[in-house]
C-alpha cells in the first residue's frame, strides 16, 4: 500500500514539475535526458558494478570505489543531475553513464534487466523509494558513505514508516561518522548492517589531478565559492595585498554559471584577472578557475586556502583536498555539513573564522607562519580498507 501511495503521488506531482525542471536545467545550459528517464533506449550489459550519485560532488566521493573496481567490473553509473551526468562521461570515458530513471517501479525493473548488475552502491544520501526497494528485490543494495544530517533525520522521524521500510530493504550501509551510525539505529531493524567506517571523502580527496600551472609568488585560493564570498575575500585581498606585495589570488566559484557575475565583482574592485581557460601562467592579481574539475590540483600551489559555502549559509564544501596536500584551510561559521571532519581537524589545519576581521586575521597569520607537517594518510588507508573488505563480502568476496 505505501508503494502504491508513495507511486501514485509520485507520478501526480512530476506531471507539473517536470517542465517547470526542464525549463530551468536548459537555461543553466543543460539537458534534462528525459529519453534516458523514462529508459526510451536499449541496450545491453554483464557483470556491471552500478554506482548511484546524485550529483559532481557524490561523484568524486565515489572516485576511490570506482577506481578500485573498474578492473574487476564493467562500471556503470546513474546520475540524477543534469550537470552532474556531463561532469561524469568526462570524468569516467570507460564507464556507462546514464541519468537515474524517473521513481517509477517497472522503469527500474527494466534497467536491471537491461543492465543485469551485480549489486548497486549509492553515495551518501539517495534514498528514493522505488530505485531502493525495487533494487532490493533483484541485487543486494548497498549505502556507501551514508550521510543523515540534522534536517533529514527530523523529517525521517516524522515520516518513520515510511523511510523505515526504505532503510531496511537497504543491505549494507557503510556511514561516514558516528552521528549517522546512531541516526540510522533508530530506523535500521539489524544495527549490524550498519558499518562505521568512515568518510570516503578521506579517500576520494587523496587523489591528485595534475594539472599544467606556473606559481608566482604567494598564493591565496578561494575554492568552491558561493555569493557573497567572492566580494568579502576580494575586500580581504585588497587589504592583504599591503602587507604581501607578492600575494596572488584564485577564485574557483562553485558553479561555473556565475563566471561572468564573478568577473564583474573582480572588475569593480580594481584588480586584473585572467582566464584559467586562457593561461597556466600566473600573470596578473587574480586567477580565475573557469574549468570543471581542475580546483583539487591547485591546492599544492597554495599557501592558505577558503574553501567556500561556509560564509555564504550552504553548510561547508571538501576542506579535505587542501588539508592532505598540508594546507592550511580557513573555513566561515556555517559548516555544518562538513561538521565531522571539520572537528578531526579544528585548529590543526582547519580553522574557523566566525566574521569577516577574523578570516582576515587568520588567513594572515597563516600566510605568515603556516603550520606543522600533519599526516592524514594511516587514517585514509584504514578507512578505504573499511569500505572495500565490507562492499567484497556482499559481493561474495570474489574480488578481496
Same mark, same amino acid.
Given at each position: ?147 543523515? +544530517? @540534522?534536517?533529514? %533525520?527530523?523529517?525521517? &522521524?516524522? /515520516?518513520?514508516?515510511?523511510?523505515? !521500510? *526504505?532503510?531496511?530493504?537497504? #543491505? =549494507?550501509?557503510?556511514?561516514? +561518522? @558516528?552521528?549517522? %551510525?546512531?541516526?540510522? &539505529?533508530? /530506523?535500521?531493524?539489524?544495527?549490524? !548492517? *550498519?558499518?562505521?567506517?568512515? #568518510? =570516503?571523502?578521506?579517500?576520494? +580527496? ?195
Amino acid at each position: 500500500m505505501i508503494q502504491f501511495l508513495y507511486t501514485f503521488f509520485y507520478i501526480l506531482l512530476l506531471v507539473p514539475v517536470l517542465p517547470v525542471y526542464i525549463f530551468l536545467n536548459r537555461k543553466k545550459g543543460y539537458t534534462f535526458n528525459l529519453k534516458e528517464r523514462f529508459i526510451l533506449y536499449s541496450d545491453k550489459g554483464q557483470n556491471n558494478l552500478w554506482f548511484h550519485c546524485a550529483s559532481v560532488g557524490e561523484l568524486n566521493v565515489a572516485r576511490p570505489l570506482i577506481e578500485y573496481y573498474k578492473d574487476r567490473y564493467n562500471i556503470l553509473i546513474t546520475v540524477f543531475s543534469p550537470r552532474g551526468i556531463d561532469y561524469a562521461k568526462k570524468q569516467y570515458p570507460y564507464a556507462t553513464v546514464r541519468a537515474l530513471p524517473f521513481d517509477i517501479p517497472f522503469l527500474f525493473k527494466k534497467f536491471i534487466k537491461i543492465y543485469n548488475p551485480v549489486a548497486v552502491v549509492s553515495i551518501e544520501g539517495e534514498f528514493w523509494f522505488n530505485f531502493v526497494n525495487t533494487a532490493h528485490r533483484f541485487i543486494p543494495f548497498i549505502s556507501a558513505n551514508t550521510r543523515i +544530517s @540534522d534536517d533529514s %533525520y527530523k523529517k525521517y &522521524k516524522r /515520516f518513520k514508516v515510511f523511510y523505515k !521500510k *526504505i532503510f531496511n530493504s537497504i #543491505d =549494507l550501509f557503510l556511514v561516514r +561518522s @558516528d552521528k549517522d %551510525y546512531q541516526y540510522l &539505529k533508530e /530506523f535500521v531493524n539489524n544495527p549490524e !548492517k *550498519i558499518i562505521l567506517c568512515g #568518510d =570516503l571523502k578521506f579517500i576520494s +580527496s587523496k587523489s591528485k589531478k595534475d594539472i599544467k600551472f606556473h606559481k608566482k609568488g604567494k598564493i591565496l585560493i578561494a575554492g568552491s565559492t558561493h555569493a557573497p564570498e567572492e566580494k568579502i575575500i576580494l575586500q580581504i585581498f585588497k587589504k592583504l595585498k599591503e602587507k604581501y606585495p607578492d600575494l596572488h589570488l584564485i577564485i574557483a566559484p562553485r558553479h561555473l554559471e556565475r563566471i561572468e557575475e564573478v568577473k564583474k565583482l573582480i572588475e569593480n574592485s580594481g584588480f586584473s584577472y585572467q582566464l584559467r581557460s586562457e593561461s597556466d601562467i600566473m600573470e596578473k592579481d587574480i586567477y580565475l578557475i573557469d574549468t570543471i574539475g581542475e580546483l583539487s590540483g591547485f591546492y599544492k600551489y597554495a599557501d592558505v586556502v577558503f574553501i567556500g559555502g561556509t560564509i555564504a549559509n550552504i553548510g561547508g564544501h571538501n576542506v579535505l583536498e587542501a588539508a592532505l596536500e598540508n594546507k592550511p584551510v580557513v573555513i566561515g561559521k556555517h559548516y555544518h555539513k562538513i561538521d565531522d571532519i571539520v572537528k578531526q581537524l579544528k585548529d590543526k589545519i582547519v580553522f574557523v573564522a566566525e566574521d569577516e576581521k577574523k578570516l582576515e586575521d587568520t588567513i594572515s597569520s597563516l600566510l605568515n607562519k603556516g603550520i606543522e607537517n600533519i599526516d592524514l594518510f594511516k587514517e585514509v588507508d584504514r578507512i578505504f580498507r573499511c569500505y572495500v573488505q565490507n562492499i567484497n563480502k556482499v559481493l561474495g568476496g570474489k574480488n578481496g
